[in-house]
């Protein structure tokens, strides 16, 4: 059962290596170790621990931003967990499905207005920076 359990705080919390008392906004980086996706790392924060809304940013090879905006999760939808990151300059979402499993991530995402991918097959690995 746990291993398909999902929630929306996976994407920074908790990780072992979370303080206790953590502070916010708290920022998880993510570089990718394989697939597809044009971001090499991706980064996602929570403002604070009250409300689980998130930004994101991706990043290129050389650390240079190349889409930033919020990220929407929607939870507890197994048999994939969705995710909409929706640009901060306006124009279609990139629709996709994640899986977090300790600090590895597999995400799958569509072009910017694109359907949403329908499983994991595809998706890029990104693992936590410490």
Do not use: K
Not at 78 to 93: E, H, K, V, W
């Amino acid at each position: 059962m746990w291993r398909v359990a999902s929630y929306t705080g996976e994407l920074c919390e908790p990780f072992p290596t979370n303080p206790r008392n953590v502070t916010f906004p708290l920022t998880r980086r993510r570089t990718r170790q394989s697939g597809s996706l044009a971001a090499a790392a991706i980064e996602f924060t929570r403002a604070d621990g009250a409300n689980p809304q998130y930004t994101d940013r991706m990043l290129d090879a050389n650390d240079v931003t190349i889409d930033s905006g919020t990220a929407d999760a929607a939870a507890w939808l197994r048999p994939q967990t969705t995710i909409d990151l929706r640009p901060s300059g306006g124009g279609p979402a990139h629709l996709g499905v994640y899986d977090v499993v300790s600090e590895t991530m597999r995400l799958a995402l569509g072009e910017p207005g694109a359907a949403r991918p329908a499983d994991l097959f595809a998706a890029s690995v990104y693992m936590m920076v410490r």
